[in-house]
């Protein structure tokens, strides 16, 4: 007797799902635009998301001009936000708040489109496209709704994606060097250095810039290096200036001294070539 009864709850289960999902397919094949419209916002609000937007997305066409339109399109985007579609929710948040500009759902709408760009940027290795949409999305929705309850939400994100774009910056910048594409690499960090002057890195960034530098004097034809040796010791003088106390303060120091006597050679031999 004792072991009938899970066995009897489980039956009982079974049923109840198979109840369920006859249900649900008895709606999808129904035309009573009214019953398949109150399963759909009933499931929604249980958190079924994706029977109602399956459901929604089959209404939306039939309401148009229908008071529940509104509130459909909103919830039909949604159901693909908390799918985590993010790319299909972008678009139905931007399409809803485009048809409805004046609707109780359209500060929300605007917001969620630029949350689900945030949501589908990607990591800073990769290409940073969808990034930078992410933060115009962010900034029309803060021009729109400046003092909007959203605000510090909002401003977050735009912080986080700020963070990428640097962090994406900097190790670009930072493969030029390892690569030995030292030209590149300095004006990559220069450009680092301006575009992000509070950044953690950028001593690490100000470090490898005169490295940079001296490997492209010491590696350049004879007529280039003076020029490119005196770059360098800008350079360290910029770098000691800033980090006084920095753990590649002797590194820093070996490129100048060597730097320094690279160009006091040059002007021996340039002196001696001229007394000849």
Known sequence: MLTSRPIFFLLL???LVLGSCSGYQKLLKSSDVNAKYEAAIKYYESGDYFKSGTLLEEL????????EAEKAQFYFANTNYKQRNYTLAA???????DTYPNSQYT??????HAKSLFRDSPNY???QTNTYSAIESIAEFMTRYPESKYKQEAEG???EL????????????????NLRYYQSAVVALTAFQQQY?????NEQAAFLKLSAQYNLAKESVEEKQRERYLEAISFYQAFIDTYPQSRNLKAAENMYDQSRDQLAKMKETKSTAANQ
Do not use: C, H, W
């Open 91 to 97: 678009y139905y948040f931007k399409s809803f708040y």
């Open 60 to 67: 939306i066409p039939v309401l148009k001009g229908r008071p």
């Open 13 to 15: 289960l079974s049923t």
């Open 157 to 159: 994100m735009t912080q």
């Open 162 to 177: 700020q963070k990428k774009l640097e962090n994406k910056a900097y190790l670009s910048a930072e493969l030029y060097y």
């Open 107 to 112: 500060e929300e709408a605007t917001l969620l």
């Open 197 to 201: 002057p509070a950044s953690s890195y």
């Open 125 to 127: 290795e990769l290409d």
